[in-house]
């Protein structure tokens, strides 16, 4: 196989090339490539323009380079949203043609720490619930999510099943209309990468939100886990 020659670098004919045998199935999901010596000599390409070529999929996670293992294909992120859009992790999983769930690990009262005056506004004796939950989709683990908030808008009872937004605004009618995101890239973590059944070179997506009210009042804090091979975030920025 040689590729054909048209107007623009060849580098970027053989990553069209790749694409194509990804979608055609000719490399599957988490399958290794062959060598670069034998995929260069299979394209007709030079090493320099293979290489060049795996480079720019690799920034575009469309492959990962496992240093003396070698190359493979990613598997294609389940979730793709954008990360402007705030919708409850619930609604996310349905919006993919998914079958949402939760395994509940514990449900905690503590009294709040620094950041927790700081972030939700309250004094030092106002006591805040901790929620650690892990999230799936179709049964599978995807998100491990630990949720804070005050104690004083938690209802007595409710079911670690519903979401938090619904629970919110139902039950306490604290409506949550946004959300200041951090997102932190992570590598494997002992603890929870083990929980979501990743492989040691799946990194974790930490999203740190603080959920606000109708009234600019601070509501839920998250720090939810995502498996970066299975979501996939991005943004719309528009010029000013």
Partial sequence: MTIKLDNRPLYLQVIDQLRLDIENGIYKEK???PSEFLLAKHLGVSR?????????LEEENVII????????????PLFNSG???????????LQAGMKPGTIFLSNSVKAPTDNDIRGFNCSEEEEITVID?????????????????????LPSTYSHEESLFDLLEMKAGRRI????????????????SQILNCDPETSLLLLKQMHYDDNDEPVLFSLNYFKADTFSFHVVRKRL
């Fill in 177 to 192: 209309s946004y959300a200041v995101t951090h997102i932190e890239p992570l590598g494997y973590h002992e603890k929870i």
């Fill in 48 to 56: 320099a323009t293979l290489r060049e070529a795996l480079r720019i």
């Fill in 83 to 93: 990360i402007e859009q705030l919708t409850s992790i619930t609604d996310m999983i």
């Fill in 65 to 76: 380079r496992r240093h003396g293992v070698g190359t493979f294909i990613n598997a294609k």
């Fill in 31 to 33: 399958e290794k490539l």
């Fill in 133 to 153: 939950r892990v999230r799936t989709a179709n049964g599978e683990p995807v998100i491990y999510c630990i949720d804070k908030i005050q104690t004083k808008h």
